[in-house]
């Protein structure tokens, strides 16, 4: 099995846990470089655009579906009345 594994591949992937249980969930660049940037507190508009400039084949439907299922948000806020996102969309 070892020896399909490409040292010389990088590859970008999330750790999650739901209690006892661990998942190693594979993701392509784009989609890590999108849920950095929410996780850094950038609204979900401005991060989708930043992930499909650097690349145009990021898929934000195949990326929201994924965090969702996989449980990689911890939580999701709007904006307060002064336009500030005081809980943005966050990743673990």
Same mark, same amino acid.
């Given at each position: ?17 739901? @209690? ?18 929410? @996780?850094?507190?950038?609204?979900? @508009? ?36 002064? @336009? ?9």
């Amino acid at each position: 099995q070892l020896a399909a594994i490409d040292p010389y591949h990088a590859e970008s992937a999330f750790i999650v846990r739901d @209690g006892l249980d661990v998942a190693v969930i594979l993701l392509p660049a784009p989609a890590v470089a999108f849920l950095s940037e929410l @996780g850094h507190g950038i609204c979900l @508009g401005e991060a989708a655009q930043a992930a499909q400039a650097a690349d145009p084949e990021f898929e934000l439907v195949q990326t929201l579906g994924l965090a969702l299922r996989t449980g990689l948000f911890t939580r999701v806020g709007l904006p307060d009345a002064t @336009g500030e996102n005081n809980a943005p969309l966050a990743p673990h």
